[in-house]
T-cell receptor, first 112, second 116 residues
Framework: GQQVMQIPQYQHVQEGEDFTTYCNSS?????IQWYKQRPGGHPVFLIQ?????EVKKQKRLTFQFGEAKKNSSLHITATQTTDVGTYFC????????????FGTGTLLAVQP | DTAVSQTPKYLVTQMGNDKSIKCEQN?????MYWYKQDSKKFLKIMFS???????INETVPNRFSPKSPDKAHLNLHINSLELGDSAVYFC???????????????FGPGTRLTVT
């Protein structure tokens, strides 16, 4: 079945360092979403990318959708302790529903 | 106002018991979901309802039975609980899920189920 993998599984950075998580799908995606889950919290939608090669920025966060629409990345510049959490990408599961297949997630730890 | 709410937040029960989790959304969305998040943080869709109709039914044991009395509510009943059912269960909602661009999903705070 369709799989969405993320690397790394875990990353520990010093505050101020940059961070990148990569998302790879086994199938071509019509779009990709990113969510953030704080420790003990619930996933919160960050952004959706639709176009091949699309790049979107939200303050220190930069999201990119691959040209082949099978991969995506999230880059955080100058991490802060508030960036701590697990970042998930999610792609459509196909069919006439809004089913999402979530990636395996990347847990980011930021040391002050 | 809480957009997607779930009760209870915590649920501790013994093997073999039956329990229910309730979810409500006040966003006016047509589609609601149940997800299971295991100890490794993997987030997996279980069920989805669109305007009270079951549209997604993943490979989930028959002991799990969702029910949507109206489009603002989605409940999950679990029979004969097993140790492996221990997880965090999230309810979510979105605009109508039809073919085309995906809609963002709004998650509830989760229900941490512990089966002993």
């Amino acid at each position: 079945g369709q799989q969405v993998m993320q690397i790394p599984q875990y990353q520990h950075v010093q505050e101020g360092e940059d961070f990148t998580t990569y998302c790879n799908s086994s199938t071509t995606l019509s779009n990709i979403q990113w969510y953030k889950q704080r420790p003990g919290g619930h996933p919160v939608f960050l952004i959706q990318l639709v176009k091949s090669g699309e790049v979107k920025k939200q303050k220190r966060l930069t999201f990119q959708f691959g040209e082949a629409k099978k991969n995506s990345s999230l880059h955080i510049t100058a991490t802060q302790t508030t960036d701590v959490g697990t970042y998930f990408c999610a792609g459509p599961g196909g069919g006439a529903t809004n089913k999402l297949i979530f990636g395996t997630g990347t847990l980011l730890a930021v040391q002050p | 106002d809480t957009a997607v709410s779930q009760t209870p937040k915590y649920l501790v029960t013994q093997m073999g018991n039956d329990k229910s989790i309730k979810c409500e959304q006040n966003l006016g969305h047509d589609t609601m979901y149940w997800y299971k998040q295991d100890s490794k943080k993997f987030l997996k869709i279980m069920f989805s309802y669109n305007n009270k109709e079951l549209i997604i039914n993943e490979t989930v044991p028959n002991r799990f039975s969702p029910k949507s009395p109206d489009k603002a509510h989605l409940n999950l009943h679990i029979n004969s609980l097993e140790l492996g059912d221990s997880a965090v269960y999230f309810c979510a909602s979105s605009q109508a899920g039809v073919a085309g661009p995906s809609y963002e999903q709004y998650f509830g705070p989760g229900t941490r189920l512990t089966v002993t």
